[in-house]
T-cell receptor
Framework: DAGVTQSPTHLIKTRGQQVTLRCSPK?????VSWYQQALGQGPQFIFQ???????QRGNFPDRFSGHQFPNYSSELNVNALLLGDSALYLC??????????????FGPGTRLTVL | GNSVTQMEGPVTLSEEAFLTINCTYT??????LFWYVQYPGEGLQLLLK?????DKGSNKGFEATYRKETTSFHLEKGSVQVSDSAVYFC???????????????FGQGTILTVHP
């Protein structure tokens, strides 16, 4: 049973550039959430996708956008990168449509460094 | 919204010592509660969960009991190993009445270091 996978593992960008991170959910899951984890902090919720629509959003600017594809995989896009965007970006998947199976499972993350 | 507070400061123990990491929560209703673990350089792994009051979650020798009287979900292990060295996060759904597939709120994390 494949778990949550993310790509790339590491990424280095410069200020002002744009970046796309990718996530494939755990087999059978239909919901993808994205979190940002700054060094030494707990994860902060960015947004969540279900049925190819953004369902919930945290306190992140519009520079952060996403997409979910029909196969449930997802992308996180960040435009106009700032130094403060340097963090570990975590993807989590869950199964929303079946009650009682709602636990979120996390991928290994993508480490983004902005220079 | 719901919130969680973890004990501050790193925890350093010798192998086979008893571990407690405190977690208290503020929530509307009785949401599921979670402990996640993050090993160095990795993402988060679900360690255990409890879905209702008085439930005990357990996994790999770790336990936590959902106590509504004290609004706590403390993590315990009777005998830690060097391999348990990691960061531990307590978490719950962020929104009042929120489900666990929605936005999660995490504590700030507790760094555990176990020495041989």
């Amino acid at each position: 049973d494949a778990g949550v996978t993310q790509s790339p593992t590491h990424l280095i960008k410069t200020r002002g550039q744009q970046v796309t991170l990718r996530c494939s959910p755990k087999s059978g899951h239909d919901t993808v959430s994205w979190y940002q984890q700054a060094l030494g902090q707990g994860p902060q919720f960015i947004f969540q996708y279900y049925e190819e629509e953004e369902r919930q959003r945290g306190n992140f600017p519009d520079r952060f956008s996403g997409h979910q594809f029909p196969n449930y995989s997802s992308e996180l896009n960040v435009n106009a990168l700032l130094l403060g965007d340097s963090a570990l970006y975590l993807c989590a998947s869950s199964l929303r449509k079946v009650a009682g199976t709602d636990t979120q499972y996390f991928g290994p993350g993508t480490r983004l460094t902005v220079l | 919204g719901n919130s969680v507070t973890q004990m501050e400061g790193p925890v350093t123990l010798s192998e086979e010592a008893f571990l407690t990491i405190n977690c208290t929560y503020t929530a509307t209703g009785y949401p599921s509660l979670f402990w996640y673990v993050q090993y160095p350089g990795e993402g988060l792994q679900l360690l255990l969960k409890a879905t209702k009051a008085d439930d005990k979650g357990s996994n790999k020798g770790f336990e936590a009991t959902y106590r509504k009287e004290t609004t706590s979900f403390h993590l315990e292990k009777g005998s830690v190993q060097v391999s348990d060295s990691a960061v531990y996060f307590c978490a719950l759904p962020s929104n009042a009445g929120g489900t666990s597939y929605g936005k999660l709120t995490f504590g700030q994390g507790t760094i555990l270091t176990v020495h041989p």
